[in-house]
């Protein structure tokens, strides 16, 4: 029971995986560490893996709306998931990076990024290796999961990052791209 050792980067694996997925080969997932715990989401959401920095803070946002980056030439709200699940925000270290994720509503795409604390990799979990979300005693908002994988005997949660990143926050988070950025800095004066 050997296991291939992958010389990828994420962003390499990342791009093979988007290619399988969009082929509909089976369920990919990108995984990553965030306060000790092991979430994934859809590889079809995710766009790229940037490295953590040049992040713009907006003031009167919410807490868990960390900045934006400039993702050539593109205001990308960053948020962090930490906070946005409840809890602190997440400190900043070595392998912290921001996945660009792409959302759309009512026909409008828009770049994210999401702060997470390490990207793990690029798993295909079987759909009869999922369950169902747990009705209680997850750490987060059971309407924030979609599932939970089970990888090597042990469970990864699945995001909804549709319900992460709700319509309520996707408006706060469209304007942090538009005026609202603008308005907060005046309004502060």
Do not use: W
Not at 79 to 86: E, N, P, T, W
Not at 101 to 115: A, P, W
Not at 169 to 186: P, R, W
């Amino acid at each position: 029971m050997g296991t291939q050792v992958q010389t990828q980067t994420p962003q390499q694996a990342l791009t093979a995986a988007r290619h399988l997925a969009a082929a509909g080969e089976a369920h990919q997932y990108l995984t990553f560490a965030l306060s000790g715990e092991m979430y994934a989401v859809g590889i079809l959401n995710v766009k790229e893996i940037i490295e953590y920095g040049n992040l713009t803070e907006i003031p009167m946002m919410p807490a868990f709306i960390r900045g934006v980056i400039n993702l050539r030439g593109a205001v990308v709200p960053v948020v962090d998931l930490a906070a946005r699940f409840g809890g602190s925000q997440s400190q900043v270290g070595k392998r912290t990076c921001i996945v660009i994720v792409e959302m759309e509503q009512s026909d409008v795409k828009q770049d994210l990024g999401i702060m997470v604390d390490a990207v793990s990799e690029v798993l295909e979990i079987p759909g009869s290796e999922i369950e169902p979300p747990p009705a209680f005693g997850a750490k987060i908002r059971a309407d924030f999961i979609a599932g939970m994988g089970k990888v090597n005997g042990k469970f990864v949660i699945l995001l909804d990052i549709q319900r992460v990143l709700s319509v309520d926050e996707m408006s706060t988070l469209a304007s942090v791209g538009g005026q609202a950025g603008a308005e907060a800095v005046a309004e502060t004066h």
